[in-house]
């Protein structure tokens, strides 16, 4: 089963809940595709790390092959080429690395070359996969790396946790596509509520079952609770503040391998999703 766990903003408990879903599962794959980011390493504290690095493809050009047709300006969607003082100029920072220049290009003056973007770093913590996508500083565009992690994951006996970007871009996009169930954590405040219905118009649209996790939960919400009552959403559980968990975060420890509550908390959470999930 391939559970990803999304939040409207950041700062509700998503990698909280990722971390420790994975520790109750026992057997589990953790994938990090919060790339700009990644923080959940830093709980698991995975071994025998391997690094491998992300490249994606820019344009090259031959000046003594290169007409000026600008067919290539013309064609790239994204304005990252543009023509200046008779010479091609390409802007690596907007560049989606489609590759239509290069077929496009009636000379043959444009070739690509590797640019690196970022690295997936991937490790073992008991029977836990932890894969990491970490984006260089500087790049704009997070989905290179979200996709290397995810082929990096392999295929885990049981429970493979995506912990998603914040918000509901093109990134989040790329880490759900391919789940079973999405887990929305959301914290009980306007700001909260507002964000939260974007990512839930997101799973929406992509036809993802779906449910949700009441984070920070002490005096409720009605706002929050009769959204999620309107629109059919399950709440799977409601987390109050807690100082045990607070302490337990700052140590860098997972409640569910620290603690016996919750240990109980999310592996009742767990077998409620997959009954949701009906996986």
Known sequence: ???????GKGGTGKTFVSVNLAAAAVQSAYIDCDVEEPNGRLFLKPEKLTKQVVNTKLPVF??????????CVDFCRFNALVYVKDKPMVFPEVCHSCGGCVLVCPTGAISETDKPVGVVECGQNGDIRVVTGCMNLGEAISTPIIKAALAQAGEAD??????????????????VQDADYCLLVAEPTAFGLHNFKMVYELVTLLQKPCGVIINKADDGYAALEGFCESNGIPVLCRIPYSEKLARLGANGEIAALADREYADLFQCLLADIRKEAQL
């Open 1 to 7: 089963m391939k559970l990803a766990v999304l939040s």
């Open 158 to 175: 049981g429970l493979t946790v995506i912990d998603c970007p914040p918000g509901s871009a093109c990134s989040v996009m790329e880490s």
């Open 62 to 71: 031959d000046s003594e092959k290169c007409t000026g047709c600008r067919k």
